[in-house]
Structures are given as C-alpha cells and as structure tokens.
C-alpha cells in the first residue's frame, strides 16, 4: 500500500484565495483525520470522518474552513479566503476503526503570504 | 478533557547510551497510546501502538510502556545513533475526539 497521499506537498498562496488540500486515505481505512501542526500550537485535531460522514468538527477553527469526503478514498480540507495566520503543515491520517493505529501523510506545508 | 505532557522537551546525549522518553496523561480511560517519530520537515511516523489492556510493546531497540492507572508512557531507546535524533510525540486515543498528542521530546545524539 502507498499509504496516506496528501497533495500539494508545498503551497504557497496570497491571502484572501482559496487553497485547497487533498487527500487520499489507506484503502479500507474508514476513519480520516484532519490535524494542523504549528510551532506554538503543536499538532490540532480539526475534524474527523468515520465511513465519508464527518463526526467532529470542533476543531475547525472558524467558517472560512471547510472539509468535505465525497467518498472512502478522497477528502478534501478548503480554506477560503486564507490569511497568513492559517499558514502551517497540514496533515491528513487514516485508520481502520479508529481504536488501532493512526498512519499519517507527508503532511501540506501552507504558507499564506 | 484529555491533556499530554511530554517530558524533557529537549534532550541531547552522547551515541550508545540508553535514553528513557515520558509522556503523561490526565484521562485513563484511553483505548491506546501511540508513539510517533517526526524528522524536521517531514510527516509522523508510527513506532509502536499500546493497547489499553497492554502493558509493553517492543520492536527492535524500542520499547514502549503503558501504566494506565498512573496515566504514564515511557519510551525506552536501547543504544542510541546519531540516526535516532528526531522529534518522538506520544499521542493518546480516547475514542472521543481522536489521538491528542503531547508537544514532543526533541532528542539529539551526538556522534
């Protein structure tokens, strides 16, 4: 298995536009996770899917974010419009039944300029 | 609500020693606790996974220990390399809003 694939690896956008990351979970994995790690925030838990329906989105830190899995094997994390402030490394993860393993993608590193 | 503490939060030691990592928690009722390494500039990746029912896990020079009750995890690196140094986070599944993780212990091994 390739593991979780998460795409663009680097983006670099202007504030005010819309980003858009992606991701491609572990086949049969029917959790996904969506978490944002900064240097003074560490690693935060934004919102979770359990078979493409999501369960907690308490984490997403306001509307301008939004989340969306049209399916077990693609999801997607919107932000518009972005604001420098949003810049960090996103990273989607994946399990089978939540209660084993998380495996994690190489993460998006965001930077709004 | 669930909180992890990771302790030290910074350590450097010399190749070949034996090195002990702490992770803390405040709500015992976890499923697991998972331990991950980071590179810089790179994604997590999974060391070992400790059931709840489980009190040790190993695989090759590490070993990780679960004490539920307490609410402590130690990870033990046996003979360490410079290939070691790495951010290691620990990170606790609660069932409820997924793994919270600690901030991390960033090891350094000196050649």
């Known amino acids: 298995d390739a593991g979780v694939i998460q795409s663009p690896r680097h983006e670099v956008t202007e504030m005010g536009q819309e980003v858009t990351l992606r991701c491609k979970p572990i086949s049969g994995h029917d959790y996904l996770f969506w978490y944002r790690q900064t240097m003074m925030r560490g690693l935060e838990l934004l919102i979770y899917?359990?078979?493409?329906?999501?369960?907690?989105d308490s984490g997403m830190p306001e509307d301008r974010f939004s989340a969306k899995m049209p399916n077990a094997s693609f999801s997607t994390l919107k932000i518009q419009p972005s604001e420098p402030r949003d810049s960090a490394v996103y990273f989607c993860?994946?399990?089978?039944?939540?209660?084993?393993?998380?495996?994690f993608g190489s993460g998006t590193r965001l930077t709004v300029v | 609500k669930q909180e992890v503490t990771q302790i030290p939060a910074a350590l450097s030691v010399p190749e070949g020693e034996n090195l002990v990592l702490n992770c803390s928690f405040t709500d015992s009722a976890i499923y697991n606790l998972q331990w991950f390494r980071q590179d810089p500039g790179k994604g997590l990746t999974s060391l070992l996974l400790?059931?709840?029912?489980?009190r040790e896990q190993t695989s090759g020079r590490l070993n990780a220990s679960l004490d539920k009750s307490s609410g402590r995890s130690t990870l033990y690196i046996a003979a360490s390399q410079p290939g070691d140094s790495a951010t290691y986070l620990c990170a606790v599944n609660t069932g409820r809003r997924a793994l919270t993780f600690g901030s991390g212990t960033r090891l350094q091994v000196q050649p």
């Open positions: 993860a994946s399990s089978f039944v939540s209660f084993y393993g998380y495996t």
């Open positions: 899917f359990n078979n493409n329906v999501p369960i907690d």
């Open positions: 400790i059931q709840s029912s489980q």
